[in-house]
C-alpha cells in the first residue's frame, strides 16, 4: 500500500468547503464588502486628504494583488528568509470603521505612533492617520510595497518591506496585529520582538490575545470584518520587573 503524498505546507485544503457553503459565504462576503466600501467612503468625507489613498488602494487591489501568485520567486524568497508559510498571508480585510473603533478604544489619538504588523493594503494606517496619529506599516513582499507606499506617502503614512517578527518597535505606542493565521511558530517569533516593545505598550490582536508573560489586559470586543464577526483584544505589554 502506497504512502499519500506529502501536503505542502502552505496547503488550503483544509479550509476547502462543500459547494453550496462556499457560495453563501461568498455571498455574505461580497454584501458585507459592499457595506464596508460605503461606511469608508463616508468616514473619509471627514477627512478629504485620506480619501485619494483609500481610492489608491482600492485600484492597486482591482489591478493586482501580490497573494494571488502563490508560486512567484518572490514570494518564495521571501518566505524562505521569514520562516513563514503562504497561509499566514492569507485573511479577510480590516474595514475602516472596525479600525477606528478598536484603535480609538485602544487610546490611539494626537501623539500616538501605531504600527501594523503584515499591514496588507493600509486600512488600518488610514484609520490611524484619520485619528490624526503617526502611521507606519511593515509587509512582507516588495512588489506590494511598491504599488502601494507611493498612495500612502501624501498623507504621511509609511510602508516598508519588512519581517514583522524582526522590525524595530521601539518607540511606537501602539501595535496591530491580526495574529488570526499565523502558526504556533511565527507566533512564537514575533512575541519575542514584542517584548522588544517599551512597557506601556499597548498591543491589539484579532481572534485571540497573546497569552505569554507580560502581555496583560486581555479586554476585547467582537467587530466586523469582512470574513464576519471577529474578537479583537486589546493588551498592554508591561514586564515583570527585576
Do not use: C, N
Given at each position: 500500500m502506497t504512502e499519500p503524498a506529502p501536503r505542502r505546507d502552505d496547503s488550503l485544503e483544509d479550509f476547502d468547503l462543500p459547494f453550496f457553503e462556499r457560495v453563501a459565504l461568498q455571498l455574505q462576503?461580497?454584501?458585507?464588502?459592499?457595506?464596508?466600501?460605503?461606511?469608508?467612503?463616508?468616514?473619509?468625507?471627514?477627512?478629504?486628504?485620506?480619501?485619494?489613498?483609500?481610492?489608491?488602494?482600492?485600484?492597486?487591489?482591482?489591478?493586482?494583488?501580490?497573494?494571488?501568485?502563490?508560486?512567484?520567486?518572490?514570494m518564495a524568497r521571501a518566505l524562505k528568509a521569514t520562516g513563514q508559510v503562504f497561509r499566514e498571508l492569507v485573511y479577510?480585510?480590516?474595514?475602516?470603521?472596525?479600525?477606528?473603533?478598536?484603535?480609538?478604544?485602544?487610546?490611539?489619538?494626537p501623539g500616538s505612533r501605531v504600527v501594523d504588523l503584515g499591514a496588507g493594503r493600509g486600512r488600518v494606517l488610514i484609520a490611524a492617520a484619520w485619528l490624526k496619529a503617526e502611521a507606519h506599516g511593515v509587509e512582507l513582499i516588495p512588489d506590494h510595497v511598491a504599488r502601494v507606499a507611493p498612495w500612502l506617502t501624501p498623507a504621511g503614512i509609511t510602508l516598508t518591506v519588512g519581517d514583522m517578527?524582526?522590525?524595530?518597535?521601539?518607540?511606537?505606542?501602539?501595535?496591530f496585529t491580526n495574529w488570526v493565521a499565523f502558526t504556533p511558530e511565527t507566533k512564537e517569533r514575533l512575541i519575542a520582538n514584542l517584548r522588544t516593545c517599551q512597557p506601556g505598550t499597548r498591543i491589539v490582536t484579532v481572534?485571540?490575545?497573546?497569552?505569554?508573560?507580560?502581555?496583560v489586559g486581555h479586554t476585547y470586543?467582537?467587530?466586523?470584518?469582512?470574513?464576519?464577526?471577529?474578537?479583537?483584544?486589546?493588551?498592554?505589554?508591561?514586564?515583570?520587573?527585576p
Open positions: 462576503g461580497t454584501v458585507i464588502a459592499f457595506i464596508v466600501r460605503i461606511t469608508d467612503v463616508l468616514l473619509l468625507l471627514w477627512r478629504p486628504r485620506l480619501l485619494r489613498p483609500y481610492v489608491g488602494l482600492w485600484w492597486q487591489r482591482l489591478v493586482r494583488t501580490p497573494y494571488s501568485a502563490r508560486r512567484t520567486f518572490e479577510g480585510e480590516t474595514p475602516l470603521l472596525t479600525a477606528l473603533l478598536f484603535l480609538k478604544r485602544a487610546g490611539v489619538g517578527t524582526r522590525e524595530p518597535l521601539t518607540g511606537f505606542t501602539h501595535v481572534t485571540r490575545p497573546i497569552q505569554a508573560e507580560g502581555f470586543r467582537w467587530m466586523l470584518f469582512t470574513w464576519g464577526g471577529e474578537k479583537v483584544w486589546i493588551q498592554e505589554y508591561r514586564p515583570a520587573g
